[in-house]
């Protein structure tokens, strides 16, 4: 490669291949940020290789890369016009406008507008609900909201705060999409909020077994369920060791964790969680008494609730009320736990871990975490002050982090394919989208509030074997990596992309016939890619899909496996043009370099 | 060269440095690491010589910890009584369990009525159960003992993700997710002939119990065919489609083979490049299986269970000597309606069991498989309404050819929870356990040709439950063995 402006023949060439591009609207992109690995020497012309401009620190293209990574921190999943509105706006500023968009409607709106279309078709007031409107609420109002901010933060709390359709309501669209909805529109509010209204909805309830739980009855020999106090504890704010506001575990004489709470704890704080039950019952009855039960919250019921003293963490203490005020209790309870000094590092590197990076420093879970105990205000737990910490903090925008070999994590299988979704524009011809989401769901084991269990799909301190372990670093989403899903999820991009079946349609109501919806079946549109595609013009397009799917990390070499591969397939005609276009993107799509978000 | 071999050779590296360093070491790590070295060295030539040496281990994880005092209750009339008092509104009517054909000294027992199959095995001596074991560090005498301050416990007792964990890694004392069925493929990966196909097999995905330091699970479902088993590609109408589908196949293995810096990448690689390699092998295999029709339910287990005879009915085309296998069946954390849910659950499990039974004789390996039953913890002896709380120590299942059956192995604890009984920890009833997984699992180890020299390797606090003197080179002094595998 020459190096410098040596001669006026390279000189030359230079200018030409910069002069064809801009032609070719050519969107070569390089570095990975803003200043980070731009190329201040020439290109040059060697056959096969692409031509690399030449930038100064304020290349228009390096920071569309930059604002790429941002959203891809930000979001799990944008297109083109986010990248520029990143531009536009700058980082802040955009976020700012993401706060202020408010949501159109709820998922359980949506669930009741198709109960109520289900009812007028079928002509029957009984009808009964369908386990596919959570799935399709949730997929219709991700694919026509703007709201993207609120949605990746949503995703995020649902995976740190669970329940699962893998349970007693799975099938009621009612209670998913209602707890779903405590995660979006809390998003931006008050983490000791989220607290307040998880215990008290029915779902979390039935899912953590102490919806119906009596105090203590000696004469049988039954004490109150454990199961929410220890869990609420355990992941949803304090986890089991006490930390440092760095999120370091601290250490007891013996080098060894020392823990938040013991079994004596949980017991204690069992008693608390006694008494709630269903909002619509004459008894302290055990089943919900219609599908939309679990729009109430829970209600106390004194008789059962556990009278007494209740010994806390941290020397709080719970006087001896009349059960009458069982809430109290509650209240107490989550109030005390909320101010936990383990919850602003516990719950910050959670949230930097789904956003950001699967190992950030010990300064930055700690600037979070002090955002979380206060934000400035006085305030401790606000949302949007957290978010604000975790997505403008150095080590998330800063183009040298990325270039750690530690930096970054396995994209979540889901949020590769929200993202296909979302880059490519999946589109239908009504506006409105359905999805049963079975297909995602078969190929790669993951959809919304579909976790196996209470501990999430993944656990935040996984780590695989080899180099990740070798390093002591964690990589949670390696532990749903495994030979079926490797193999699921490159089906699904192939099934998804070159097959054209972004989402699949199902009925809404029995006896819905699928012409009936045949303008709400998703497909992509690669008009504009497939333009691109011809052996001289592909390099073009893999920079697209390079700053629109991975941000720019693809590397020369894995860009030039992929030019060889597409080249092997045949353009003649304008089907094997658009299929050289989506072949394109399911190769990259499929390289480690994009798989992996830094 | 496959990446898988390239591993392999990492691995002797490896154990070949440490066993320098060891050279005069104290360090528990290096001395392990040494015995690993020679044994693997043994693995080999001992196939070569022994061809139809075949032995299999079959994991079932019982998510959620079971409640297995309601699986194996005393039927002492004495003992009973105890039972029914402390159980309370859990307690099973007398009448509705199954009495086993089995008398310890006076002391009798019975089975949930869904385990009817478990019964017969048990009475014609194929199945046994292994009574009050857990995760330990080192052997707790008692109540006493667990108070003082003077014995390790394991850390986050009487928590899911810590138990269950345990339970697959037999390492209490840290967070570590390697695993017992990972650490024997560490030893004897190399009695397997074909380099990309793991020792290591799951129904189940990623799990702690097949993690190695070397060696990753193969993850395959139950519902695999030879059709439909890797990657869709260009459909066969295509003229050239096998040339495409090689050149996308070429192409992401060229990507997954890349150096690559940034440790998520290589590894996200290195993943990429073993499905690849393995799913080739397993989809000729799966061309070979005669399938096993007309023996198993209709069950998710049973089709797991099916899935696992099948593979083993065809272990020569998958290179296969030692196999482990592992299977998840989840949802016994039952804090809710117990008694309803075992109801329902106890004989899908019971079915799955007696089905692989019958399965493996009918393909003639009876002889060569053990299955057993793991789970996060047993649970409160007392009830919480309907359901019950998170204990420790618990009853298990172990069954196959290799089994003395028709036994109960450690010791069934008195269920009384007053003072008169040392290994009751709380007034909800949890049972400190009186045996440990180690002493499970290092007969195991021992029966599927991990030699006595690895076994630490393997178990690291295997000498906790041995007498110093005699660990690890001759475990069979100072130390009485459990007897299971005869």
Partial sequence: MQTKFTNMASLLLVFVFISQSLVAQDTIVIG??????????????????????TLGSEGFLPNMNAASRFLAQATFGYDLDDINSVIALGQEGWINQQFAISMATSLTARVQTYHTNARTALGDPNTGTRSNWWDNAWWNYHMTSNDLLRQKVAMALSQLIVISELSGFGGNPYALSSYYDIMLQNAFTNYRTILQKVTYHPAMGEYLTFLNNPKTNLALNQFPDENYSREIMQLFTIGTNMLNMDGSVIMDGQNQPVPTYDNEDIFELSKVFTGLTWADRTSFGRTALTSTSYLQDMVMWETFHEPGIKILLNGDTIP????????????????????????????????????????????????VAQVFANNGAGVRGDMKAIIKAILLHPEATSCGSGDLPTFGGLREPFARYMQINKAFNASTM????????????????????????????????????????????????????????????????????????????????????????????????????????????????????????????????????????????????????????????????????????? | MSHHHHR????????????????????????????????????????????????????????????????????????????????????????????????????????HSGLDGVKNMFDNGEAAFLANIGTLIEPVANYTQFQSGTKKLPLGLYSHSDQIQQWQTVLPQNRSAIGFGGRIADILNDMNTIDQVSLNISLSGKNSFQAGNMYNEYSISRSATAANLGFEGFPSYFSNAGHLNDTRDNAIESMAEAHYTNIFQKTIGNINKQTRDSVEVFRAALGNVIPINNVFSATSLSGDMKMIAELISVKQFLGANRQVFFVTYGGWDHHDDVINNQNVMLPILDNALTEFNTALKQIGMFDNVVTFTISDFARTLT?????????????????????AGQNIYGNFPSLRLDNSNPINLSS?????????????????????????????YVIPNICNFYSPSSCPTNPGSGYTPLGILS
Wanted: aromatic share 10%; proline share 6%.
């Fill in chain 2, 383 to 403: 009830s919480n309404g309907n359901g019950s709380d998170h204990a420790w120590g618990s009853n298990q299942i172990v069954m196959g050819g290799p089994v």
């Fill in chain 1, 430 to 598: 009504s506006g409105v989208f359905r999805n049963d989401m079975n297909n995602v769901y078969n190929f790669t084991g993951q959809r919304p509030l579909a976790s196996p269990s209470v501990f999430n799909f993944f656990q935040r301190d996984y780590q695989p074997i080899g180099p990740i372990e070798e390093a002591d670093k964690v990589a949670p989403v390696f532990q749903i990596t495994n030979a079926q899903t490797v193999a699921g999820y490159l089906s699904g991009v192939w099934e998804w992309v070159l097959d054209n079946n972004p989402a699949d349609e199902g009925q809404l109501y029995t006896g819905e016939v699928s012409t009936t919806y045949t303008n709400q079946i998703s497909s992509f549109d690669f008009t504009a890619e497939k333009t691109l595609v011809d052996d001289d013009k592909l390099h073009i397009l893999i920079d697209k899909y390079n700053l629109l799917l991975a941000q720019g990390n693809l590397t020369q070499p894995t860009i030039d496996i992929i030019l060889a591969a597409v080249k092997q397939l045949p353009n003649t005609n304008d089907s094997e043009r658009e299929r050289r276009a989506r072949f394109t993107a399911y190769l990259v799509m499929s390289s480690p370099e994009y798989l992996i978000n830094r």
């Fill in chain 2, 8 to 111: 392999t050779i990492s691995r002797r590296k490896f154990l070949g440095e440490a066993s320098c360093a060891a050279i005069g070491g104290t360090t528990l790590l290096s001395s392990i690491l040494n015995l690993g070295a020679i044994n693997t060295l043994a693995a080999r030539p001992h196939i070569i010589n022994n061809p139809n040496d075949y032995k299999a281990m079959v994991c079932i994880l019982l998510a959620g910890g079971a409640d297995s005092f309601n699986m194996l209750v005393p039927s002492t009339p004495s003992e009973y009584a105890d039972y029914q008092a402390t159980r309370g509104s859990l307690a099973l009517p007398q009448n509705a369990l199954l009495p086993l054909n089995y008398n310890n000294a006076g002391r009798t027992f019975s089975v």
């Fill in chain 1, 32 to 53: 990975f940020g803003d200043h980070y690995g731009v190329q201040v020497e020439s290109s040059t012309s060697q056959a096969g290789q692409s031509p690399i401009k």
């Fill in chain 1, 320 to 367: 001896n009320r009349n059960p009458i005020n069982g809430n109290a209790d509650i209240t107490d309870a989550l109030n005390s736990l909320f101010n936990h000094p383990n919850v602003p590092p516990f719950v910050s590197l959670f949230l930097i871990q789904r956003l950001v990076t699967d190992n950030p420093s010990p300064s930055y879970v700690q600037d």
């Fill in chain 2, 428 to 456: 909800r009833g949890r049972m400190l356990p009186t045996t440990s997984v180690d002493q499970f699992y290092a007969e195991l180890a021992l029966w599927f040709g991990v030699s006595p020299n690895d076994l630490e």
